[in-house]
């Protein structure tokens, strides 16, 4: 394992490259795969106090001893770019966005996505993660609203039973210290899942909780309710799900 690193208070930067043999073992870190190599660069840049942008890029292979009687291979590449603003008492705004790609390729054919191997006929797929989060902080109450938009694509169209899909969702907090002993927090989130098949998946949820503290540091009251919607439509049928929970 090789390491590079760059520490500044404007800019921080990491480079790592590993390889693992077949017959590596560590009883210090026990959980390290073997078999396997990749590399991984991250780092940040602040170009005002109350701006920052990072960023990471991840790849790695297993199963790379050609001696070994391996019969497939995969290969996963990882990314990820962010910035966040943060100005003195002003709403606080981050955005970030990430990828995962995974790839299987079958050794014993050395050709890709051919079906006949548990990893080509599995692991083919890549999916992407957009969010944004908008937050606002005050000495009594916080204020903080988010939203994600996740897509999923399966790359092995080799089956039947392959899955496609997008999911956004939108949720949104508040909290707010009625006293020095009371508070209370609201939340509320709204979720849209559309599959290849052409199924719509929308669910709704909202809770509220009320904190005291009878007795400081002996009695605390917590008063907790959630309600929740799921509505499932096809192309033939609906499906309709209400959970009220206390």
């Given at each position: 394992r090789a390491t590079l690193s760059y520490a500044k208070p404007a800019l921080n930067m990491n480079a790592n490259y590993y390889l693992s043999g077949p017959g590596y073992w560590s009883f210090a870190n026990p959980s390290v795969y073997r078999d396997r190599k990749g590399y991984d660069i991250s780092g940040m840049v602040r170009p005002l106090s109350f701006l920052s942008v990072n960023g990471m890029y991840n790849s790695m292979n297993d199963n790379i001893d050609p001696e070994k009687n391996r019969t497939s291979r995969?290969?996963?590449?990882?990314m990820s770019l962010g910035t966040s603003f943060a100005y003195r008492t002003f709403p606080s705004l981050?955005?970030?966005?990430?990828?995962?790609?995974?790839?299987?390729?079958?050794?014993s054919t050395g050709t890709a996505n051919s079906g006949g191997g548990w990893a080509a006929s599995n692991l083919n797929n890549e999916m992407s993660v957009k969010a944004a989060n908008l937050s606002y902080r005050r000495i009594a109450w916080n204020l903080?609203?988010?939203y994600q938009l996740i897509e999923f694509s399966d790359l092995t169209k080799n089956t039947t039973n392959y899955?496609?899909?997008s999911q956004n969702g939108i949720s949104l907090s508040y909290s707010h210290r009625l006293s020095s002993r009371v508070s209370a927090r609201f939340g509320a989130s709204n979720n849209v899942k559309e599959d290849r098949d052409g199924s719509r998946t929308t669910s709704n949820s909202a809770s509220i909780n009320l904190l005291a503290s009878v007795i400081p540091s002996r009695f605390n009251l917590n008063i907790f309710s959630s309600y929740g919607t799921n509505l499932t439509e096809k192309k033939d049928a609906e499906i309709d799900q209400w959970i009220l929970n206390h």
């Amino acid at each position: 394992r090789a390491t590079l690193s760059y520490a500044k208070p404007a800019l921080n930067m990491n480079a790592n490259y590993y390889l693992s043999g077949p017959g590596y073992w560590s009883f210090a870190n026990p959980s390290v795969y073997r078999d396997r190599k990749g590399y991984d660069i991250s780092g940040m840049v602040r170009p005002l106090s109350f701006l920052s942008v990072n960023g990471m890029y991840n790849s790695m292979n297993d199963n790379i001893d050609p001696e070994k009687n391996r019969t497939s291979r995969v290969s996963q590449k990882i990314m990820s770019l962010g910035t966040s603003f943060a100005y003195r008492t002003f709403p606080s705004l981050s955005v970030s966005y990430s990828a995962n790609t995974q790839f299987g390729e079958e050794l014993s054919t050395g050709t890709a996505n051919s079906g006949g191997g548990w990893a080509a006929s599995n692991l083919n797929n890549e999916m992407s993660v957009k969010a944004a989060n908008l937050s606002y902080r005050r000495i009594a109450w916080n204020l903080g609203l988010t939203y994600q938009l996740i897509e999923f694509s399966d790359l092995t169209k080799n089956t039947t039973n392959y899955s496609n899909y997008s999911q956004n969702g939108i949720s949104l907090s508040y909290s707010h210290r009625l006293s020095s002993r009371v508070s209370a927090r609201f939340g509320a989130s709204n979720n849209v899942k559309e599959d290849r098949d052409g199924s719509r998946t929308t669910s709704n949820s909202a809770s509220i909780n009320l904190l005291a503290s009878v007795i400081p540091s002996r009695f605390n009251l917590n008063i907790f309710s959630s309600y929740g919607t799921n509505l499932t439509e096809k192309k033939d049928a609906e499906i309709d799900q209400w959970i009220l929970n206390h």
